[in-house]
């Protein structure tokens, strides 16, 4: 079984990684999904893909599909490779890695801002749009 380390440097190591809707490529294009099928599949977690799915949310099918292949937890108790998804507008869109970084806690994720995978600090703005956590199973500390 993957270690959360291993987990979230395979998803550092697809940071710039240009950000296209539905991509499934390391190195080529991501969005927010396929950074983390990614990084899972390259720790040897296969949990399904999801393709077909809308630029705009309905509010049912993000949440069904994360809470039929994850574990939800309290967003406090969210640790390194825990997975969040986040809300913009109505319903929630968005889905980052929980990180860290010289002790300060960082989100992981493909940018429409940037139009590419970053990392950065989960305060203040961010913090405020996480609506959910979840745990991969199988994925260990450490």
Not at 45 to 69: A, C, E, K, M, Q
Not at 70 to 93: G, R, S, T, V, Y
Not at 108 to 122: C, D, R, T, Y
């Amino acid at each position: 079984m993957p270690r959360r380390s291993e987990i979230v440097a395979a998803a550092r190591a697809m940071l710039g990684t240009p950000f296209r809707h539905q991509g499934r490529t390391p190195g080529k294009s991501l969005d927010c999904a396929g950074i983390l099928r990614m990084a899972l599949l390259e720790n040897g977690i296969d949990v399904p893909d999801v393709v077909g799915y809308s630029r705009r949310p309905d509010g049912i099918t993000l949440t069904r599909y994360l809470n039929t292949h994850f574990e939800p937890l309290p967003i406090n108790e969210a640790k390194d490779a825990d997975i969040i998804e986040m809300c913009f507008e109505k319903w929630p869109q968005h889905l980052g890695m929980i990180a860290s970084k010289h002790g300060r806690r960082t989100i992981i994720h493909a940018s429409m801002q940037n139009l590419k995978v970053v990392e950065h600090g989960l305060d203040g703005e961010w913090g405020g749009r996480i609506v959910r956590a979840f745990h991969v199973p199988g994925v260990l500390d450490g």
